[in-house]
């Protein structure tokens, strides 16, 4: 029976997950595969801690060239995050002529366009169906499931962070940094998790998933991105009055010759499935011109379920080889002639219901003036919560716009400003009330 060989850079937490999944499940990914994955050789520059699997003599190395340079080396799969030294030691081993998968969600978002470029120069693939959802199989049904659509919107909870802190701020009416701190204490946040809370994360994937469903290619600098820090206790209990909850969502939208990709908090109406996705899970709405709305959920990181996603990458690269075709699949999922450049709309110009919530000085008049301005931008008011209890300079008011375009907002919220009728900054939070 035929040997594919397999090289793992990065024997970290992920890393680790895959060689329990290659011990583990050998027998029933070879009964599947038809042939043995064998993983011949793993890097990573610390040789000696012990991460609780046993491993044959020979395997572990410090030294990249090993599997870079390794003849022998079908398949490289690329654990060690981070732009560099990941990006050379990829391209690398693209032009050694080998099979590439990858966990790296920011480098494909930033430098995928390059490493893709390379890699069907040489005739070989790149998979990253881990970079986005954990064990979520989101990138192979786009690619493959469900390629014959043509898909308007994609919707997605991409990181468990994010999400269990709104999930518990939901729950306890807690503030934000409280919240931070368990998830933190209970692992699901790092010690510095900026990447991640201020929507970065999110923002890479999303911008790899609308390159895959609109066939284009995204400049992740034009990804408006917006985190959580700023969402009060206030806001929520203010969005769950309403109707709604708060997440932290990434948008893409198709609109033929433009796209919108996004990332913020987002109100969505609580009897909506994806107002449902709580804790650490993750999911995402895909909507095509056949299938319609499509809803994946599921364990969107940890060791299990991401290594999941990379032995799957790993036999879907196993199996092309024994078949012996070349790139079955295109990288992106469209062939790469017929990727087109597609300008993504300004923020300004985007049109949604918006959340306002004043802080107002308590005199006659006030939302008087807040309503005039609002009007004179088209902005109309849909509802209004002004709370009975408040204190004298300190006078909440929430309004629920209806549809208007993001510049008008702006303008009507700086004229606002202007009046001196408002003792705090105004919170606004934009809303997606028919998903």
Known sequence: MRTIKVGLLGFGTVGTGV????????????????????????????????????????????????????????IVVELFGGYEPAKSFILKAIANGKHIVTANKALMAVHGEEIIAAANRQGVSVMFEAAVGGGIPIISAIKENLCSNEFSSILGILNGTCNFILTKMTESGGDFA?????????????????????????????????????????????????????????????????GYKIKLLAIGKNYGDQIEVRVHPTMIPKSYQLAEVNGVFNAVRLTGDFVGPTLLYGSGAGMDATASAVMGDVIAISRDKISGARSRVPIMGYCADQIKALPIKAMSEIISHYYLRFTTIDEPGVLAKIAGSLGKHNISIQSMIQPESHTVDSVPIVLMTHAAKEADVSSALLEIEDLNITSQPTRLIRVEPNL
Not at 20 to 46: H, S, W
Request: with cysteine; hydrophobic share 40%; proline share 2%.
């Open 19 to 74: 060689v329990r999944n290659f011990q583990r499940n050998a027998e029933t990914i070879g009964k599947r595969l038809c042939c043995n994955v064998e993983l011949a050789k793993i890097v990573d520059r610390d040789v000696a801690e012990d991460r609780g699997v046993q491993l044959e003599e020979g395997v572990l190395t410090a030294d990249v060239e090993d599997v870079i340079s390794n003849p022998e080396i079908d």
């Open 178 to 242: 409280p919240e931070l701190q368990k998830a933190q204490d209970l692992g699901y946040a790092e010690a510095d998790p900026t990447f991640d809370i201020e929507g970065v994360d999110t923002a890479h994937k999303i911008a790899l998933l609308s390159a895959l469903c609109f066939g284009t290619t995204v400049d992740f600098d034009q990804v408006y991105t917006e985190g959580i820090s700023n969402i009060a206790a206030i806001d929520i209990q203010f969005a769950t009055q309403m």
